[in-house]
């Protein structure tokens, strides 16, 4: 029950820590790949609004594309933390399978070690016996 307790934690928190990875890398290539383009929006914007004042109509349609900007990154965001979700279990599942592929490996070799230790003992005995019938 323990064991299932911390497997649950350790779930939750490597499903933030992806979210926070993904979140970071979808900022960090909105930031690089908009930069230029914000900065010469936010000049236009603010040459539009100096020159006239707000109305309802300018102040809904920004708040209609701050929404969809927000709902886009957030989608960008979940869509980046499932693949990474996806890149560690394969990740994790090569491991495990190499482990285990290295943990068979480990144990035939012991298999045929034991075998050979039989077999060298078995001829010992017989070496004594046989030493044993000549001293005879």
């Known amino acids: 029950m323990f064991c299932a307790i911390i497997k649950n934690m350790l779930k939750d928190l490597a499903k933030v820590i992806l979210t926070a990875k993904a979140a970071v890398d979808v900022i960090k ?14 000049n236009n914007f603010r040459d539009k609004v100096q020159n006239k004042p707000l109305d309802e109509t300018i102040q809904s349609k920004l708040k209609e594309k701050a929404k969809e900007e927000l709902f886009q990154l957030i989608n960008e ?16 599942k090569d491991k495990l399978t190499e482990l285990t592929n290295n943990s068979l490996l480990d ?28 001293k005879r």
């Not at 869509?79 to 994790?92: T, V």
């Not at 144990?107 to 000549?134: F, G, H, Y």
């Open 77 to 92: 965001i979940t869509h980046r933390a499932q693949i990474n979700e996806l890149q560690i279990k394969g990740f994790i």
């Open 107 to 134: 144990s035939m070799e012991l298999n045929d070690i034991r075998a050979e230790i039989a077999t060298l003992r078995a001829e010992v005995a017989d070496l004594k016996a046989q030493m044993s019938l000549q």
């Open 29 to 42: 290539e909105k930031l690089e790949s908009k930069a230029c383009d914000l900065v010469i929006q936010v």
